[in-house]
């Protein structure tokens, strides 16, 4: 049961990122490290790619999948958030503290062992025969 709420929990976590990276890029397009190309279509690209993370973890038969799919974009995207912290970006609505900025980066490592929970099989407490 606490697997399956929170299974949820982090496709509603997800999806909710997923459609904020359309709605207001900006803040997203702030942190993308200068060395990558375009950074407008990568915030974009990674906001699909949250969303159908998301949703697929709800999908039964692809939510192994959508796990580590979501575990490879958080990967993926660590770079932002280390030049964020790196380089001191300031994001409205979020407080300018250094203890914030770099305390988002093992929160990431949090995000990737959620996910991988959920590449693991579920298994009933009890046998059914």
Not at 62 to 88: D, K, S, T
Request: aromatic fraction near 14%.
């Amino acid at each position: 049961m606490l697997k399956a709420t929170l299974r949820v929990v982090l496709a509603i976590f997800i999806v909710t990122a997923g459609v904020l990276h359309w709605v207001t890029p900006e803040p997203f397009v702030k942190i993308v490290p200068s060395f990558l190309p375009a950074p407008l279509a990568l915030v974009y690209i990674s906001g699909v790619f949250e969303i159908l993370g998301g949703v697929g973890l709800l999908i039964p038969w692809v939510n192994q999948a959508a796990a580590w799919g979501l575990i490879a974009l958080f990967i993926a995207v660590f770079p932002a958030n280390i030049n964020m912290a790196v380089n001191r970006i300031h994001l409205d609505g979020i407080p300018d503290s250094p203890w914030l900025l770099w305390g988002r980066l093992p929160f990431q490592a949090v995000l990737i062992a959620w996910a991988w929970w959920y590449t693991r099989p579920s298994y009933p407490l009890s046998n059914p025969d």
